[in-house]
């Protein structure tokens, strides 16, 4: 009897808390691309740090259990990282985070060859990211793209 009671009760509160959850209206966070400097070169490898900002539209905090994200360059996929040190989003709020991301030197002659091959055209570039939350929430793809301006059309 008691544990028919038990099944019953687990049984409302899971039906109940799936219900809040499909309710909740989740909008995707945002992820602007805010600094970006060189850190260190190891052997075949160079480290950068990027600096972003993660917005959270959202009405309840948003806890990132992890992170991956990689920045390509003229279409070529160049750096890369992971992360597991990203802080709670508050709700319609935004935190500033440094991302670790390093590229290996051998596909530098890729970036060179697309370089030299747009020689005097802008620079277009995308970020990808795949955000995971912390408990039941579903994982983000955000990508943001632009294009930096070559300088010398800057120039003229």
Known sequence: MARHFLLKTVTCIAFISLCACASMKLEQPQVS?????PVTTQGMEAQFAADIRISNPNSFDLPIEGM???????GTDLLHGLSN?????????????TLDMSVSLLSAPKLFYSLLKNKGED???AFTAKIDPKGMLPSFT???????PNSSSMSQ
């Open 33 to 37: 691309i805010i600094g970006f400097s």
């Open 68 to 74: 991956s994200y990689q920045l390509s360059i003229n």
């Open 85 to 97: 040190n990203i802080p709670t989003i508050p709700a319609y709020g935004s935190e500033r985070v």
């Open 123 to 125: 620079i277009n570039y």
């Open 142 to 148: 955000i990508k943001e793209s632009g294009v930096l």
